[in-house]
Protein backbone atom coordinates (compact mmCIF):
# COMPACT_ATOMS: atom_id res chain seq x y z
CA UNK A 1 0.00 0.00 0.00
CA UNK A 2 1.12 3.51 -0.53
CA UNK A 3 0.67 7.04 1.47
CA UNK A 4 -0.71 10.26 0.79
CA UNK A 5 -0.20 13.60 1.60
CA UNK A 6 -2.60 16.41 0.46
CA UNK A 7 -1.68 19.83 0.73
CA UNK A 8 -4.12 22.53 0.48
CA UNK A 9 -2.99 26.27 0.02
CA UNK A 10 -5.94 28.21 1.01
CA UNK A 11 -6.93 30.98 -1.85
CA UNK A 12 -4.45 30.40 -3.76
CA UNK A 13 -6.19 30.60 -7.04
CA UNK A 14 -4.48 30.52 -11.12
CA UNK A 15 -7.17 32.60 -12.54
CA UNK A 16 -11.04 33.06 -13.22
CA UNK A 17 -13.10 30.08 -13.44
CA UNK A 18 -14.62 29.95 -16.80
CA UNK A 19 -18.47 30.86 -14.98
CA UNK A 20 -16.30 33.53 -12.37
CA UNK A 21 -18.94 36.54 -14.36
CA UNK A 22 -21.22 34.80 -12.64
CA UNK A 23 -19.64 35.80 -9.15
CA UNK A 24 -18.12 39.34 -10.36
CA UNK A 25 -14.81 38.12 -10.62
CA UNK A 26 -13.92 37.60 -14.26
CA UNK A 27 -10.19 38.66 -14.62
CA UNK A 28 -9.65 38.00 -11.08
CA UNK A 29 -6.14 36.21 -10.58
CA UNK A 30 -4.69 35.62 -7.14
CA UNK A 31 -1.32 34.03 -8.36
CA UNK A 32 -0.74 35.80 -11.83
CA UNK A 33 -1.89 39.24 -10.73
CA UNK A 34 0.65 39.22 -7.54
CA UNK A 35 3.56 38.60 -9.56
CA UNK A 36 2.61 41.53 -11.97
CA UNK A 37 2.36 43.41 -8.58
CA UNK A 38 5.68 42.23 -7.54
CA UNK A 39 7.72 43.22 -10.87
CA UNK A 40 5.67 46.86 -10.92
CA UNK A 41 7.18 47.03 -7.25
CA UNK A 42 3.47 46.61 -5.67
CA UNK A 43 4.76 43.69 -3.73
CA UNK A 44 7.73 45.34 -1.88
CA UNK A 45 7.81 45.73 1.93
CA UNK A 46 10.72 47.18 3.93
CA UNK A 47 11.69 44.38 5.76
CA UNK A 48 9.90 41.74 4.14
CA UNK A 49 10.24 41.17 0.72
CA UNK A 50 11.22 42.95 -2.70
CA UNK A 51 11.59 42.58 -6.05
CA UNK A 52 10.27 40.31 -8.60
CA UNK A 53 8.04 36.79 -7.43
CA UNK A 54 10.67 34.30 -6.54
CA UNK A 55 9.47 31.11 -6.68
CA UNK A 56 11.70 28.62 -8.06
CA UNK A 57 10.86 25.03 -7.00
CA UNK A 58 6.95 25.58 -7.77
CA UNK A 59 7.93 26.51 -10.90
CA UNK A 60 9.87 23.85 -11.57
CA UNK A 61 7.34 21.70 -10.43
CA UNK A 62 4.95 23.22 -12.68
CA UNK A 63 3.24 25.75 -11.05
CA UNK A 64 4.04 28.24 -14.20
CA UNK A 65 2.84 25.57 -16.45
CA UNK A 66 -0.51 25.01 -14.57
CA UNK A 67 -1.34 28.43 -14.51
CA UNK A 68 -0.72 28.54 -18.36
CA UNK A 69 -3.35 26.34 -18.76
CA UNK A 70 -5.51 27.90 -16.70
CA UNK A 71 -5.14 31.29 -18.72
CA UNK A 72 -2.93 31.16 -21.50
CA UNK A 73 -0.06 33.16 -19.59
CA UNK A 74 2.96 32.18 -17.44
CA UNK A 75 3.03 34.94 -14.27
CA UNK A 76 6.25 36.48 -14.54
CA UNK A 77 8.81 34.58 -12.54
CA UNK A 78 7.35 31.60 -13.19
CA UNK A 79 9.22 31.02 -16.94
CA UNK A 80 7.70 28.26 -18.90
CA UNK A 81 9.93 25.26 -17.66
CA UNK A 82 10.78 22.12 -20.65
CA UNK A 83 9.78 19.23 -18.21
CA UNK A 84 8.33 19.77 -14.95
CA UNK A 85 9.10 17.78 -12.02
CA UNK A 86 5.34 16.84 -11.19
CA UNK A 87 2.24 16.09 -12.74
CA UNK A 88 1.07 19.34 -13.24
CA UNK A 89 -3.00 20.81 -14.49
CA UNK A 90 -5.37 22.85 -13.40
CA UNK A 91 -8.98 21.91 -12.38
CA UNK A 92 -12.15 23.87 -11.87
CA UNK A 93 -14.98 23.90 -9.49
CA UNK A 94 -18.41 22.48 -9.97
CA UNK A 95 -20.05 23.20 -6.43
CA UNK A 96 -21.81 26.41 -6.63
CA UNK A 97 -19.73 28.46 -3.93
CA UNK A 98 -16.30 29.95 -3.57
CA UNK A 99 -16.00 28.94 -0.12
CA UNK A 100 -13.60 26.92 2.03
CA UNK A 101 -16.00 24.08 2.91
CA UNK A 102 -16.94 24.12 -0.98
CA UNK A 103 -13.57 23.48 -2.25
CA UNK A 104 -12.71 21.12 0.29
CA UNK A 105 -15.72 18.99 0.10
CA UNK A 106 -15.37 18.79 -3.33
CA UNK A 107 -11.85 17.69 -3.28
CA UNK A 108 -12.65 15.44 -1.23
CA UNK A 109 -15.13 13.96 -3.34
CA UNK A 110 -18.59 15.62 -2.57
CA UNK A 111 -19.46 18.72 -4.98
CA UNK A 112 -21.95 20.80 -3.88
CA UNK A 113 -24.51 22.04 -6.32
CA UNK A 114 -27.14 23.04 -4.36
CA UNK A 115 -26.41 26.91 -3.14
CA UNK A 116 -25.81 28.08 -0.22
CA UNK A 117 -27.80 30.66 2.34
CA UNK A 118 -26.59 33.67 2.36
CA UNK A 119 -27.17 37.01 4.61
CA UNK A 120 -28.14 39.99 1.98
CA UNK A 121 -25.83 42.63 2.45
CA UNK A 122 -27.89 45.08 4.09
CA UNK A 123 -27.92 46.81 7.64
CA UNK A 124 -28.95 44.83 9.64
CA UNK A 125 -28.13 41.78 7.46
CA UNK A 126 -29.52 39.12 9.73
CA UNK A 127 -33.65 37.87 10.26
CA UNK A 128 -34.44 39.43 13.43
CA UNK A 129 -35.72 36.47 14.80
CA UNK A 130 -32.41 34.82 14.35
CA UNK A 131 -30.84 37.43 16.46
CA UNK A 132 -33.62 36.89 19.18
CA UNK A 133 -33.19 34.05 19.73
CA UNK A 134 -29.26 33.56 19.76
CA UNK A 135 -29.52 36.55 22.63
CA UNK A 136 -32.10 34.70 24.58
CA UNK A 137 -30.24 31.30 24.18
CA UNK A 138 -26.90 32.68 25.07
CA UNK A 139 -27.82 35.30 27.45
CA UNK A 140 -26.42 38.38 25.36
CA UNK A 141 -27.01 41.60 26.22
CA UNK A 142 -27.16 42.33 22.49
CA UNK A 143 -25.16 42.38 19.81
CA UNK A 144 -22.99 44.74 17.89
CA UNK A 145 -22.19 44.74 13.79
CA UNK A 146 -24.86 42.73 12.12
CA UNK A 147 -24.03 43.90 8.51
CA UNK A 148 -21.52 42.06 6.20
CA UNK A 149 -17.81 43.64 6.87
CA UNK A 150 -14.21 42.75 6.98
CA UNK A 151 -13.28 41.23 10.60
CA UNK A 152 -9.92 43.14 11.12
CA UNK A 153 -12.62 46.22 10.07
CA UNK A 154 -15.59 45.46 11.90
CA UNK A 155 -13.11 44.87 15.30
CA UNK A 156 -11.55 47.83 14.80
CA UNK A 157 -14.99 49.89 14.64
CA UNK A 158 -16.88 48.12 17.81
CA UNK A 159 -14.17 46.29 19.97
CA UNK A 160 -14.38 49.66 22.27
CA UNK A 161 -18.15 49.14 22.15
CA UNK A 162 -17.83 45.01 22.68
CA UNK A 163 -15.68 45.55 25.76
CA UNK A 164 -18.08 48.31 27.30
CA UNK A 165 -21.20 46.74 27.11
CA UNK A 166 -20.29 42.69 27.12
CA UNK A 167 -22.24 42.05 23.41
CA UNK A 168 -20.58 40.23 20.43
CA UNK A 169 -19.92 41.27 17.12
CA UNK A 170 -21.73 39.33 14.76
CA UNK A 171 -21.24 39.92 11.07
CA UNK A 172 -21.47 38.26 7.77
CA UNK A 173 -19.64 38.58 4.24
CA UNK A 174 -20.26 37.28 0.34
CA UNK A 175 -19.72 33.54 1.90
CA UNK A 176 -22.08 31.32 3.27
CA UNK A 177 -21.33 32.59 7.04
CA UNK A 178 -22.01 33.87 10.37
CA UNK A 179 -19.10 35.10 12.30
CA UNK A 180 -18.73 36.20 15.94
CA UNK A 181 -16.04 38.24 17.71
CA UNK A 182 -15.55 38.33 21.23
CA UNK A 183 -12.72 39.75 23.36
CA UNK A 184 -10.87 36.37 24.84
CA UNK A 185 -10.80 38.05 28.00
CA UNK A 186 -13.63 40.05 28.52
CA UNK A 187 -16.00 38.28 26.80
CA UNK A 188 -14.27 34.46 27.45
CA UNK A 189 -13.18 32.14 25.21
CA UNK A 190 -15.18 28.86 25.90
CA UNK A 191 -17.78 31.57 26.58
CA UNK A 192 -17.56 32.51 22.28
CA UNK A 193 -17.22 29.06 22.09
CA UNK A 194 -20.45 28.21 23.58
CA UNK A 195 -22.11 30.97 21.96
CA UNK A 196 -21.20 29.93 18.65
CA UNK A 197 -22.18 26.32 19.35
CA UNK A 198 -26.12 28.30 19.72
CA UNK A 199 -25.41 29.93 16.74
CA UNK A 200 -24.68 26.85 14.67
CA UNK A 201 -27.76 24.93 15.61
CA UNK A 202 -29.91 28.47 15.21
CA UNK A 203 -28.38 29.14 11.39
CA UNK A 204 -29.45 25.49 10.31
CA UNK A 205 -32.81 26.27 8.82
CA UNK A 206 -31.00 29.08 6.74
CA UNK A 207 -28.57 26.73 5.49
CA UNK A 208 -25.24 28.44 6.18
CA UNK A 209 -22.37 26.72 5.95
CA UNK A 210 -20.44 27.72 8.79
CA UNK A 211 -20.15 29.64 12.24
CA UNK A 212 -17.19 31.19 12.71
CA UNK A 213 -15.62 31.93 16.30
CA UNK A 214 -13.32 34.96 15.70
CA UNK A 215 -11.60 35.57 19.28
CA UNK A 216 -9.04 38.71 19.62
CA UNK A 217 -7.70 40.33 22.45
CA UNK A 218 -5.86 43.80 23.53
CA UNK A 219 -7.70 47.27 23.45
CA UNK A 220 -8.50 50.24 21.37
CA UNK A 221 -5.60 52.58 22.58
CA UNK A 222 -2.57 49.90 21.27
CA UNK A 223 -5.44 48.19 18.56
CA UNK A 224 -6.79 45.23 18.49
CA UNK A 225 -5.70 41.90 17.39
CA UNK A 226 -7.48 38.40 16.47
CA UNK A 227 -5.57 35.27 17.65
CA UNK A 228 -4.97 32.01 16.76
CA UNK A 229 -7.89 30.89 18.63
CA UNK A 230 -10.37 31.17 15.73
CA UNK A 231 -12.93 28.15 15.05
CA UNK A 232 -14.88 27.45 12.73
CA UNK A 233 -18.61 25.42 13.61
CA UNK A 234 -19.58 23.87 9.88
CA UNK A 235 -22.14 21.73 9.00
CA UNK A 236 -21.56 18.17 7.76
CA UNK A 237 -20.76 17.24 4.35
CA UNK A 238 -23.71 15.65 2.92
CA UNK A 239 -22.54 12.45 1.77
CA UNK A 240 -19.52 10.29 1.92
CA UNK A 241 -15.84 12.16 1.40
CA UNK A 242 -12.30 10.82 1.20
CA UNK A 243 -12.07 10.96 5.24
CA UNK A 244 -15.25 8.94 5.44
CA UNK A 245 -14.05 6.07 2.65
CA UNK A 246 -10.79 6.35 4.18
CA UNK A 247 -11.43 5.93 8.01
CA UNK A 248 -14.34 2.85 6.78
CA UNK A 249 -11.02 1.32 4.81
CA UNK A 250 -9.02 1.27 8.34
CA UNK A 251 -6.74 3.64 7.60
CA UNK A 252 -4.57 6.46 9.44
CA UNK A 253 -6.10 9.91 8.56
CA UNK A 254 -4.43 12.92 10.17
CA UNK A 255 -6.04 16.27 10.01
CA UNK A 256 -4.27 19.52 10.11
CA UNK A 257 -4.94 22.98 10.33
CA UNK A 258 -8.41 23.58 10.00
CA UNK A 259 -9.49 20.56 7.96
CA UNK A 260 -11.11 19.37 11.23
CA UNK A 261 -13.33 22.41 11.35
CA UNK A 262 -14.64 21.91 7.67
CA UNK A 263 -15.39 18.53 7.46
CA UNK A 264 -17.24 18.85 11.17
CA UNK A 265 -15.08 16.40 12.90
CA UNK A 266 -16.34 13.66 11.11
CA UNK A 267 -13.59 10.72 9.95
CA UNK A 268 -11.00 13.12 10.32
CA UNK A 269 -8.75 11.10 12.43
CA UNK A 270 -6.41 12.75 14.84
CA UNK A 271 -6.78 16.37 14.72
CA UNK A 272 -3.40 18.65 14.98
CA UNK A 273 -4.14 22.43 14.64
CA UNK A 274 -1.30 24.78 15.24
CA UNK A 275 -1.47 28.07 14.83
CA UNK A 276 0.16 29.73 11.35
CA UNK A 277 1.06 28.18 7.98
CA UNK A 278 5.03 27.16 9.31
CA UNK A 279 3.97 25.44 12.44
CA UNK A 280 0.99 23.39 10.16
CA UNK A 281 3.25 21.91 7.70
CA UNK A 282 5.41 21.34 10.67
CA UNK A 283 3.58 19.14 12.26
CA UNK A 284 1.68 17.67 8.71
CA UNK A 285 5.72 16.44 7.95
CA UNK A 286 6.43 15.23 11.60
CA UNK A 287 3.00 13.54 10.93
CA UNK A 288 3.88 11.84 7.61
CA UNK A 289 7.12 10.80 8.58
CA UNK A 290 5.32 7.75 11.13
CA UNK A 291 2.41 7.44 8.96
CA UNK A 292 1.52 4.17 8.43
CA UNK A 293 1.00 2.48 4.95
CA UNK A 294 -2.31 3.19 3.37
CA UNK A 295 -2.56 6.50 6.00
CA UNK A 296 -3.45 9.85 4.34
CA UNK A 297 -2.01 13.15 5.97
CA UNK A 298 -4.64 15.94 4.73
CA UNK A 299 -3.71 19.53 5.15
CA UNK A 300 -5.00 22.93 5.12
CA UNK A 301 -2.01 26.40 5.05
CA UNK A 302 -4.73 29.12 5.90
CA UNK A 303 -2.48 32.12 6.12
CA UNK A 304 -2.65 33.23 2.34
CA UNK A 305 -6.31 33.50 2.61
CA UNK A 306 -6.93 35.02 6.12
CA UNK A 307 -3.96 36.71 6.81
CA UNK A 308 -3.06 38.39 3.75
CA UNK A 309 -6.06 37.88 0.15
CA UNK A 310 -8.70 39.35 2.76
CA UNK A 311 -6.91 42.08 3.73
CA UNK A 312 -5.54 42.89 0.55
CA UNK A 313 -2.39 42.40 1.06
CA UNK A 314 -0.04 41.74 -1.89
CA UNK A 315 3.59 41.87 -0.50
CA UNK A 316 2.26 39.93 2.61
CA UNK A 317 0.81 37.30 0.44
CA UNK A 318 4.05 37.32 -1.66
CA UNK A 319 5.76 36.49 1.11
CA UNK A 320 3.96 33.76 2.10
CA UNK A 321 3.91 32.11 -1.20
CA UNK A 322 7.65 32.12 -1.44
CA UNK A 323 8.00 31.07 2.21
CA UNK A 324 5.95 28.08 1.32
CA UNK A 325 8.07 27.20 -2.09
CA UNK A 326 11.83 27.32 0.30
CA UNK A 327 10.10 24.05 1.74
CA UNK A 328 8.82 21.84 -1.10
CA UNK A 329 12.43 20.34 -1.69
CA UNK A 330 11.71 19.57 2.23
CA UNK A 331 8.13 17.76 1.04
CA UNK A 332 9.58 16.18 -1.35
CA UNK A 333 12.38 14.57 0.77
CA UNK A 334 10.18 13.74 3.30
CA UNK A 335 8.67 11.01 0.56
CA UNK A 336 9.46 7.70 -0.08
CA UNK A 337 8.66 4.87 -2.88
CA UNK A 338 4.74 4.45 -2.80
CA UNK A 339 4.06 7.89 -1.51
CA UNK A 340 2.08 10.84 -3.21
CA UNK A 341 2.26 14.55 -2.50
CA UNK A 342 -0.74 16.49 -4.19
CA UNK A 343 -0.33 20.52 -3.81
CA UNK A 344 -3.62 22.33 -4.63
CA UNK A 345 -6.12 25.16 -3.74
CA UNK A 346 -9.99 25.48 -2.41
CA UNK A 347 -11.02 28.70 -4.25
CA UNK A 348 -9.18 32.35 -5.28
CA UNK A 349 -8.67 35.19 -3.02
CA UNK A 350 -6.65 37.47 -5.30
CA UNK A 351 -5.37 40.64 -3.12
CA UNK A 352 -5.02 42.81 -6.22
CA UNK A 353 -9.00 42.80 -6.79
CA UNK A 354 -11.86 44.80 -5.43
CA UNK A 355 -14.07 44.09 -2.13
CA UNK A 356 -12.17 41.77 0.45
CA UNK A 357 -14.35 38.50 -0.50
CA UNK A 358 -12.95 35.17 -2.35
CA UNK A 359 -12.54 34.82 -5.93
CA UNK A 360 -13.96 32.40 -8.26
CA UNK A 361 -10.74 30.64 -9.58
CA UNK A 362 -9.18 27.45 -11.06
CA UNK A 363 -6.70 25.74 -8.69
CA UNK A 364 -3.26 24.92 -9.45
CA UNK A 365 -3.05 20.57 -9.21
CA UNK A 366 0.48 19.90 -8.61
CA UNK A 367 1.00 15.85 -7.91
CA UNK A 368 4.65 14.52 -6.98
CA UNK A 369 6.38 11.66 -5.62
CA UNK A 370 8.98 9.31 -6.34
CA UNK A 371 8.33 6.97 -8.82
CA UNK A 372 5.60 9.14 -9.81
CA UNK A 373 5.66 10.44 -13.98
CA UNK A 374 5.72 13.97 -14.04
CA UNK A 375 3.57 15.30 -17.20
CA UNK A 376 0.60 17.43 -18.19
CA UNK A 377 -2.85 15.98 -16.95
CA UNK A 378 -4.85 18.95 -18.42
CA UNK A 379 -7.80 20.79 -17.18
CA UNK A 380 -9.61 18.28 -14.60
CA UNK A 381 -13.44 19.37 -14.50
CA UNK A 382 -13.62 19.02 -10.69
CA UNK A 383 -11.88 19.62 -7.84
CA UNK A 384 -13.00 15.89 -7.32
CA UNK A 385 -10.91 14.25 -9.65
CA UNK A 386 -8.36 15.08 -6.73
CA UNK A 387 -9.91 12.89 -4.24
CA UNK A 388 -10.81 10.55 -6.72
CA UNK A 389 -7.02 10.36 -7.55
CA UNK A 390 -5.88 10.07 -3.97
CA UNK A 391 -8.45 7.35 -3.23
CA UNK A 392 -6.71 5.28 -6.39
CA UNK A 393 -3.80 5.75 -4.92
CA UNK A 394 -4.32 3.93 -1.79
CA UNK A 395 -6.48 1.20 -3.01
CA UNK A 396 -9.90 2.80 -1.07
CA UNK A 397 -12.89 2.03 -2.91
CA UNK A 398 -14.09 4.81 -5.81
CA UNK A 399 -15.59 7.93 -4.58
CA UNK A 400 -19.07 9.48 -5.34
CA UNK A 401 -17.46 11.77 -7.52
CA UNK A 402 -14.08 13.06 -9.74
CA UNK A 403 -12.39 10.75 -12.17
CA UNK A 404 -8.74 9.45 -11.12
CA UNK A 405 -6.03 10.79 -13.28
CA UNK A 406 -3.95 7.69 -13.05
Known amino acids: MARALLIVLDSVGIGGAPDAARYGDAGSD??????????????DRPGLRAGPLRLPNLAAFGLGLACAGATG????????????RALWGHAVETAAGKDTPSGHWEIAGVPVLEDWGHFPDTRPAFPPDLIAALVREADLPGIL???????TAIIDAHGADHLRTGRPICYTSADSVFQIAAHEEAFGLERLYETCRIARRLCDPYRVGRVIARPFVDDAVGGFRRTGHRKDFSVAP???????????AGRSVVSVGKIGDIFAHRATGLEIKPIGNAACLDAALSAFTGLPEGGLVFLNLVDFDTEHGHRRDVPGYAAE????????????AALVPGDLCIVTADHGNDPTWHGTEHTREQVPVLAFGPGIAPG????????????????????????????AWW
Not at 30 to 43: D, M
Not at 145 to 151: E, L, T
Open 30 to 43: TVGHIAQACVEGRG
Open 73 to 84: RVPPGLGRVDAA
Open 321 to 332: LEAFDVRLPEIE
Open 145 to 151: GDRHASG
Open 238 to 248: PADTLLDVAQA
Open 376 to 403: PMGRRESFADIGASVAAHLGLPPLGAGQ
